[in-house]
């Protein structure tokens, strides 16, 4: 089949290349000419595990093109995806502005029929804007080309994207065209292998049920982070409880892994834009607030028992903290709404030095970070805790697992450890005669 995806953000670009990687012609769009002519060369501008091969095989056996121009890219093309960004507002609600764009775009070039997809997460009623968009566009021109636009929303993770895109759990199809649900239920059918897995419904409830999706992982995560809050208050261990709970099939093991708080690009600003559009429909979403304030607060547990601890001595000013891990989470460089960076402002704007280090998000943390002078980056994971007062460890990187506790203590100025994601055995890590603070857990004096 003949696809045109318009954007090569995360969504995009894996898409693409997992399209063309079945057989698919594909040619992307990018507005960004530096990021088009790098795809050429196979230069790939975002981490994903194994991406970089991908999309290099399928530039090379002709089925994946890039183009900066939409009416080259949609020349042949059936499916018009739209995978352009949707950024968070201030005030929480979506800038809708680049899949308007693209809209319009596609109005203006198109020559004939097109299933226009929409993949971007979009509020609900967007599908409907975007179709309006494009009548006009084909109006002003003087056109009467058919076509139909689909809500197709992904449900891709960070670093796991392209297994995600080959095997999904389902994929959700929003349209009110029957003929338009069979033709995307055959582009997807190589990926799904079982046709009950392509759930075809009415345009708004697929558009629904991506943040109904990542709203319900979201409130998982903020549940078992009070949970694990409340852990610490009676004595009782999250790690144990999560097991008794997760027993249950209807409640599960995943995604209750207490931590820091959700990041990433995703839940974050998922769950805001589904409170802003249900207060613009006057309804409150009491729980989605909760889920969001709980996630807020989360984010700084690390910094209050870092505070707690070195208040008695002096508080944090002229200390240094070592820290593993910026990334939102691990396998991945984004560092969008990562818990690292609360953790960093909060120890710094109290005069903290901040030593880090993190596998691949180190570049875009000292982007990030530019001005602030009492924080350093650096490129080898040891090399952090020469001279620092005690190690804070944020993502869960494998290499973190199971570290050299024996070199850690040597280099550091006392033993201490915060531990935002639980990688560790309090017992253990006792024995060795070690500080050890985690999250949701008693954990006995050295
Ligand atoms: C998420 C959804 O999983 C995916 O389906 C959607 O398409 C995009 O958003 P992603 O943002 O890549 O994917 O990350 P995910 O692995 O879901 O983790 C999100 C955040 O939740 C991370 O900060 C992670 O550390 C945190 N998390 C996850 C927890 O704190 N506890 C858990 O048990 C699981």
């Known amino acids: 089949m003949n696809l045109c995806i318009v954007g090569t953000g995360y969504v995009g670009l894996v898409s693409a290349a997992c399209f063309a990687e079945m057989g698919n012609d594909v040619c992307c769009v990018d507005i960004n000419p530096a990021i088009v002519e790098n795809l050429r060369q196979g230069k790939i501008h975002i981490y994903e595990p194994g991406l970089d091969e991908l999309v290099k095989r399928n530039v090379a056996e002709g089925r994946l093109r890039f183009t900066t121009k939409v009416s080259e890219g949609m020349e042949n093309a059936l499916f018009v995806f739209i995978t352009v960004g949707t950024p968070p507002r201030e005030d929480g609600s979506c800038d809708l502005s680049f899949v308007y764009q693209v809209a319009r775009d596609i109005g203006a070039h198109m020559t004939d029929y097109k299933i226009v997809v929409d993949k971007s997460t979009v509020p609900v009623g967007t599908a409907d804007e975007v179709r309006k968009l494009i009548g006009e566009e084909l109006k002003k021109r003087g056109e009467l080309f058919e076509y139909d636009v689909v809500s197709n929303p992904e449900f891709l993770k960070e670093g796991d994207a392209i297994n995600d895109f080959f095997k999904p759990d389902r994929v959700v199809v929003g349209t009110d065209n029957v003929r338009t649900g069979e033709l995307l239920k055959a582009l997807y ?152 960076f609360e953790l960093i402002k909060d120890v710094t704007a109290k005069g903290m030095r901040v030593v880090a280090f993190d596998p691949v998000a180190g570049p875009n943390t000292r982007e990030h970070f530019k001005g602030n002078e009492l924080l350093t980056v650096v490129d080898e994971q040891y090399a952090v805790l020469e001279k620092a007062d005690c190690l804070a460890v944020v993502t869960e990187w494998n290499q973190f697992r199971n570290p050299d506790f024996g070199r850690i203590k040597k280099m550091l100025k006392a033993p201490i450890i915060f531990d935002g994601r639980n990688l560790y055995s309090p017992q253990l890590l006792a024995d060795l005669g070690m500080v050890y603070f985690c999250i949701g857990r008693r954990t006995p004096k050295a």
């Not at 079982?194 to 990542?214: C, F, L, P, Q």
């Open 189 to 340: 059918a190589p990926y799904a292998r079982s046709r009950e897995k392509v759930i075809v419904m009415s345009v708004r409830s697929a558009e629904m049920t991506k943040y109904a999706a990542n709203c319900m992982l979201a409130t998982k995560i903020s549940f078992i982070n009070e949970v694990a809050n409340i852990c610490e208050q009676v004595g009782a261990d999250v790690r144990e409880v999560r097991m008794g709970i997760g027993s249950d099939h209807r409640i599960g093991y995943q995604f209750i892994y207490p931590g820091l708080g959700y990041g990433g690009s995703c839940f974050p600003k998922d769950v805001k834009a589904l409170i802003d559009t249900a207060r613009q429909y006057k309804f409150e979403p009491e729980l989605l607030a909760a889920v969001d304030e709980v996630n807020k607060r989360q984010k700084h547990t690390l910094s209050r028992k870092i505070e707690a601890y070195f208040e008695p001595q002096g508080g944090l000013k002229g200390k240094t903290l070592a820290l593993w891990g910026l990334a939102f989470k691990a396998n991945t460089d984004d560092v969008r709404e990562a818990s690292a």
